[in-house]
């Protein structure tokens, strides 16, 4: 079955950095596109960006282009969300999440709070 697993997630300081990963199993990975979505505390889930197979091209929210960068290793079943300069209001839970056939597949999320 399609499995999702976030990982990478923490406590950091405005303006620093993380580096999130997802490890997909059960699906032909490098035929499909992947997202990284997230959600703040009281607040309904946003999308982040998506990255495209085979070509690698991407795509990102307003709110994160310039600071964050997707992408992905189909040899390891791996896709990446690095996250620079990272202010306050990027705290949230973040999700990856594929499209199979028509069905959402999301993993568990991984926690990022940005705070001094």
């Known amino acids: 079955q399609v499995q999702l697993v976030e990982s990478g997630g923490g406590l950091v300081q405005p303006g620093g950095s993380l580096r999130l990963s997802c490890a997909a199993s059960g699906f032909a990975f490098s035929v499909y596109s992947m997202d990284w979505y997230r959600q703040a505390s009281g607040k309904e889930r946003e999308w982040v960006a998506t990255i495209a197979s085979p070509s690698g091209t991407s795509w990102y929210a307003s709110s994160v282009k310039g600071r964050f960068t997707i992408s992905r290793d189909n040899a390891k079943n791996m896709v990446f969300l690095e996250m620079n300069s990272l202010k306050a209001e990027d705290t949230a839970t973040y999700f990856c999440?594929?499209?199979?056939?028509?069905?959402?597949?999301w993993g568990q999320g991984t926690q990022v709070t940005v705070s001094s």
């Open positions: 999440k594929t499209n199979v056939i028509g069905r959402d597949y």
